[in-house]
């Protein structure tokens, strides 16, 4: 996984991402599967718009969080 703009370890599996509508905010959690492996979040503020980036045959590639005037970009990788 690659978060761009924000030092993060490829090797970090996704997890999940959550959405509170009240306060406009994306959780986003990485990490290993196993009981004890290292995780960490990044939460967004103010999100206008989630999408699911896809390649022609429907693969996920990754999401596309806009907020503000930027957006956060969460791209997998091979294996992902």
């Known amino acids: 996984v690659i978060l761009a703009g924000w030092a ?5 599996a996704f997890l999940g ?4 509508a009240r306060d406009e905010r994306v959780e986003l959690m990485l990490g290993g599967s196993h009981a004890g492996a290292s995780h960490l979040s ?6 206008d718009s989630i999408a699911v980036l896809s390649d022609a ?3 996920d590639l990754g ?7 930027g ?3 969460l791209l ?5």
């Open 42 to 47: 990044r939460g967004v503020t103010a999100v």
């Open 57 to 59: 045959s429907g693969a």
């Open 63 to 69: 999401l596309c969080l806009r907020h503000g005037r």
């Open 8 to 12: 993060s370890n490829s090797r970090y």
């Open 76 to 80: 997998f990788g091979p294996g992902a």
């Open 17 to 20: 991402a959550s959405y509170d």
């Open 71 to 73: 957006q956060t970009l």
